[in-house]
């Protein structure tokens, strides 16, 4: 049986922002195999027991490091983010299937700290190919993302909900202004930010593809605790079936 569960050591582990840290992984054994879109799986809690991995997508991988961009809202993230360099955690990944890379000038589209896997996404198109639309609550939530899509991305375009930086407003104030040159869509985010992304894609016929956040047991597809309703009237798991959908394929 393949392995996919890996002792990783921590490279880095820094704060980015209230609330939000990026760690940095010395994953070799996930990287070699990782696509953009797949998440990993993490044990959390030390010696304080927890029962359920906590899912977090692959923000980025370069080399042999592996990272993962996330916010802090529960003992499993908060133990993760208290964690020094050379610490060990026990990590189960690359999981899931990811993104089809099959744009020529695809348009990002991600919403709050949903925008992490967009930035491998990027890295993988390469050549300051894509576009992307960054939709945050604030400026301070904004800048660190800027700074890192700016190496990737031709253009990056930004709504803030209370207009500190960028456009005032959503994803969808700025959405159809910007989508007419793309070949493709690609979406992660909260679930009102995806369904309305997914409308518009389908209205503007436009391929598009979405990555979902979930809650889940035990990452592989037994637990069914992920499952999602279909368009075809069966259930999906969003852990193997998933996280990334193509809009329509799935109900919202």
Known sequence: MKKITFDCSILENVRLATGVFKTTLDASAVCKTAKPGQFIHIK???????????????????GDRLSIIYRVVGDGTRWLSERGEGELIDVMGPLGNGFELNAK??????????????????????????????????????????????????????????????????????????AGSCDAIYSCGPAPMLRAVSDFALKANIPCQLSLESHMACGLGVCLSCSCASSDGKRKK???????????????
């Open 105 to 178: 000038k695809p348009l990002l589209v991600g919403g709050g700290i949903g925008i992490a896997p967009l930035l491998y996404l990027a890295r993988a198109f390469g050549d300051s190919s894509s576009d992307v639309l960054l939709a945050t609550r604030s400026e301070e939530e904004t800048t660190y993302w800027l700074e890192m899509f700016s190496s990737f991305c031709s253009n990056v375009h930004i709504a803030t909900n209370d207009g500190s930086l960028g456009t005032r407003g959503n994803a969808l104030d700025i959405l159809p202004n910007i």
């Open 238 to 252: 969003i852990c193997v079936d998933g996280p990334v959908f193509k809009a329509g394929e799935i109900e919202l």
């Open 44 to 62: 959390t809690g030390g010696e304080k027991f927890q029962l359920l991995r906590r899912p977090i997508s692959i923000a980025d991988v370069s």
